[in-house]
């Protein structure tokens, strides 16, 4: 069930209860079926809940689609060393607001995934590190961890399993880069937000020096349904190399936006028109953005033949990244659209990396100088020039997030920019 | 060995202590495995765990860098070490990825120096290039690597960021605007002295350097590191501001004569004065750093109130005369004295080289006492960051040579008072470098001759029979004796005033004419003859000892070290 709006199309396993209250009860949770697949798994060897995710399939959901059960298998055995397992709940990437909505409305869910992950990666502690501005989650979060300990779901013996895991949730302070694993965890160390050199991985020395394993909220939100039914249950979705559902967030010139859960390969052209009821007062797609700011836009053109997986998406021409789909309609000015989100990195560019720190910056000035009509024709070389230079050059992939959108908004839309630069014109300014 | 550098000549010899420092590290292991990789087509082989930044510079190529520092963690930010090796996705930073056995890498591939090219684009975007005016041009890592490899012109049209001057207390001033953000500095405090009194405020391009609120690096005693490795001009020294041209400045090796740990040190001496000192990389002794103390404590290198030329007092009346007769005066007094016991005070911001030859005259007239007196703190300044390192207690360089040749301290704190037996003594009296200036004119009243050898004028020693005026540790090769035992080289990096000269060449030439045999010409003759009499320096000479200091086979504890 998606939320606000649902769709007949929908598959709702992560979303089952969105809008329902009584689910981010304890005791709604456990009506539900909540907490069976906790149960199952602590009646498993942790090699083998970590086999069930990897038969699965399941790709990670914060942007980078890496596979889980490998990503698990990575951690280390019997080394002795206290093992940590970080929910990452610092959604600030510009388009996208799935996992608030997991968080607000199936905390259980969420933390039932923790502690199976946490289970199966030998780790004692699980810290769900929250975007600081998700005041109602971070609110339904702590209550929801705060029953679960009182009745034994947390804690020193949970289930009755002796096992020992514990939950703590931890609210951000308000930075994107927090939400980059290994900004992450700089910060709930409590120092600066700032992302570390790799190697070392956060497998060998991660959170407090010691193994960790960083998963989005979706992707542990997936976890008790994998268990429950199996690897191959999920794989009745999707396509070989995009198993199971996903939350698409859309937002845009659309009629009804919102998040919805659909099979991975799902059409674009049929989520915005169908699912989402087409575009507002029905005027003409002028480009989508199908994973989030940092990935490059498509034509209305190239939207035509898009399967929302994985491959599909880059066989289009750009990355599923989160699944955040921005939908731009004719009145769009892909300018400003651009700017503000090369502003967005400027802003948000944490300043240790030379070419982010400078590029974020200088790219924004650019855009910004086009906008007002002062720009040349040199400036949009000088574009692709420099935001070449940010990429693959820095500490983390935020550098590496400014190209996308500015190169591919200007090969696709140079005669935007063009008709600013020559004319002063602006495109559909409304 | 010309230890005598001009800027360029000095930048060389920085690289190689460099070099060596690392190298003098990763020994310390036993036994380290071994990969061997290509580095520009040269083969090498060298320590698994090396960074290909070190293995490189072993092959002799520089990658640039700002963040990278050999004493600091590596945070890998400033993105400009970026090298190719066959076969990785991007671009790998050289100072944290290391060696691995058959790695192929380019530090001057295309995309190798495309990249640096633009990452020196992006630091010159908001980089004021007040060169002119900044004490950094010259010895600055910006200009160097952008006149080496940056793009003839910036392509940036936008106003630069202004953030003005700060001042960052203790000798400190922060020129914002030319921060490179490599936060060497702020890793420095945090780290080393493990005072995190700089950090990282804002983020993104408002990320700027700065104090706590009204907190600054006064509270700091190694602050001065931050303006030594801070690679371009933002951390400058108040001290040095303006002072001079950094291609002006002569470096000099020397050792710090501030207390007995003996850092290794640079002079940076312009028209026979001294404008700063500066670290020189020991792993042993000091690592990369001093201290505040040491640093500040330069001037009287400066002093203008100089002995100029012998000066003999006969008749009430002092006469200068040239080495010549004046050691011919001094050798006939000392015929005519006959055996007679000396009494002889010395100073320990003499060498060894002097203080043995002090010993060894006092022998030669018939035996006596050698003392010293030697300002001491109360407290020692550590580092928690290098061990080993600290502000002795013992404020001057070479109390433990001045033990090891049977010296006594005598005196206070202040290195005043303790001279009562002297004061009285009927015998020869002898003072090398301590111009006593806590006590009254006309010292040693009833002594039967007195000879002052020194740098500075003596009101107590205005009448002695003899004043030789002689050279400072600055103005003359030599060897200190560190609180450790460590013994080591300083070169001459000013010249002395007038007909001043070494005290082991004056008394040298006089125990040659008195034994009627060649007394030493060369410094490291002198030291030669100190080797011979005290047993822990056996088979030490200047070559061995080298730049870096060897340890001697024996340490006397010197009271309050
Ligand atoms: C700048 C930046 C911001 C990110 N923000 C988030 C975020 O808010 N939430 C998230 O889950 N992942 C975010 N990621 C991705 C994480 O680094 C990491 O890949 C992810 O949390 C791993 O979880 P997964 O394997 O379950 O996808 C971000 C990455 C970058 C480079
Ligand atoms: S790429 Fe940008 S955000 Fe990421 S670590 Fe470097 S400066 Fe920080
Ligand atoms: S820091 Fe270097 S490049 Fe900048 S003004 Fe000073 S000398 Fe010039
Ligand atoms: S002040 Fe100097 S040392 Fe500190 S971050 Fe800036 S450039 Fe680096």
Known sequence: ?430 | MAKKTTKAGGAEAKKTTKAGGAKAKKDRGVAVEKVTLTIDGQELTVPRGTTLLQAAQDAGTEVPHYCYHPGLSSPAQCRLCLVEVEGAPKLLPSCTTTVADGQVVHTQSDDAIRMRRGVLEFYLLNHPLDCPICDQSGECDLQDHVFAEGREHGRGREAKRVLGRDDFGGDVLFYGDRCVMCTRCVRFMNEIEEKPLLTVVERGDRAVIDTFFDEGLEQSNWAGNVVDICPVGALVSKDFLHKARAWDLEHTDSICPNCSQGCNIELHTRDNLVHRMKPRTNLEVNGHWICDYGRGRYEWLNRGDRLEAPVVHAEERNTAMGWTAALEALKSRIDTLGESSVKAVVSPFWSNEDLGAVSRLVETLGGGSVVFRSPRAEEEITLPGYEGLARRKALAPNVQGAELLGCTRVGDDAAQGGLEDLMDHDGVVLVLGDALDDQPEGFAPNAALVVYLGAYTSSALASADFQFPVTTFAEQEGTFTNHAGRVQRFWPALSGPGAARPAWLVLGALLGALKEEEGPTRAEQAFGLVAKAVKSYKGLDYETIGAQGVLSAARVPVPGD
Not at chain 1, 74 to 93: R, T, V
Not at chain 1, 328 to 342: L, Y
Not at chain 1, 407 to 421: G, N
Request: glycine share 12%; hydrophobic share 35%.
């Open chain 1, 1 to 430: 069930m998606g939320y606000p709006y649902s769709h007949e199309k929908e598959v709702p396993i992560l979303s089952k209860y969105f809008g329902d209250p009584e689910a981010r009860t304890l005791k709604g949770w456990k009506a539900r079926g909540g907490y069976k697949a906790l149960k199952k798994a602590l009646g498993m060897s942790p090699e083998d809940v970590v086999e069930i995710v990897k038969a699965s399939g399941l790709r990670g959901r914060g942007g980078a689609g890496f596979p889980t059960g490998l990503k698990w298998s990575f951690m280390p055995k019997d080394d002795a060393k206290p093992h940590y397992l970080l929910c990452n709940a610092d959604e600030s990437e510009p388009g996208t607001f799935k996992d608030r909505e997991l968080l607000r409305w199936v905390p259980h869910l969420l933390i039932e995934g923790c502690l199976i992950g946490a289970y199966a990666m030998g780790a004692e502690h699980v810290y769900i590190y929250c975007r600081g501005e998700f005041f109602e989650a971070n609110q339904v979060l702590a209550k929801a961890v705060e029953d679960a300990y009182e009745s034994g779901i947390i804690g020193d013996d949970i289930l009755g399993s002796g096992q020992k895991i514990d939950v703590t949730v931890f609210a951000g302070a308000g930075a994107y880069i927090c939400g980059e694993e290994t900004g992450l965890m700089s910060s709930l160390e409590g120092r600066r937000g700032e992302p570390r050199v790799k190697p070392p991985f956060p497998a060998a020395v991660g959170a407090f020096g010691m193994p960790t394993t960083i998963n989005n909220v979706e992707t542990l939100a997936a976890i008790p349904p994998i268990i429950e039914n199996g690897g191959e249950w999920y794989r009745q979705w999707g396509t070989e190399e995009s198993p199971g559902t996903k939350l698409f967030c859309v937002s845009g010139h659309v009629k009804r936006p919102g998040n919805y859960e659909l099979p991975l390969g799902f059409s674009l052209k049929d989520l915005i028109y169908d699912v989402c009821g087409g575009m507002i007062e029905d005027r003409a797609l002028k480009a989508v953005i199908p994973g989030g700011s940092s990935v490059a836009l498509l034509s209305a053109d190239e939207v035509e033949n898009c399967a929302l997986s994985y491959e599909g998406v880059i066989e289009a021409g750009s990355m599923l990244g989160c699944a955040s789909v921005i939908v731009m309609d004719e009145t769009t000015d892909i300018v400003h659209q651009v700017t503000r989100m090369a502003s967005f990195y400027a802003h948000e560019s944490c300043g240790q990396c030379t070419p982010c720190r400078e590029g974020t910056a200088w790219v924004t000035t650019i855009l910004k100088r086009i906008e007002d009509g002062r720009g040349t024709e040199d400036d949009l070389d000088t574009l692709i020039e420099v935001t070449d230079q940010m990429v693959g050059t820095t500490i983390c992939v935020l550098s590496d997030s400014v190209a996308p959108p500015v190169q591919s908004s200007i090969e696709k839309f140079r005669d935007e920019y063009l008709a600013l630069i020559r004319r002063g014109e602006r495109v559909g300014a409304a």
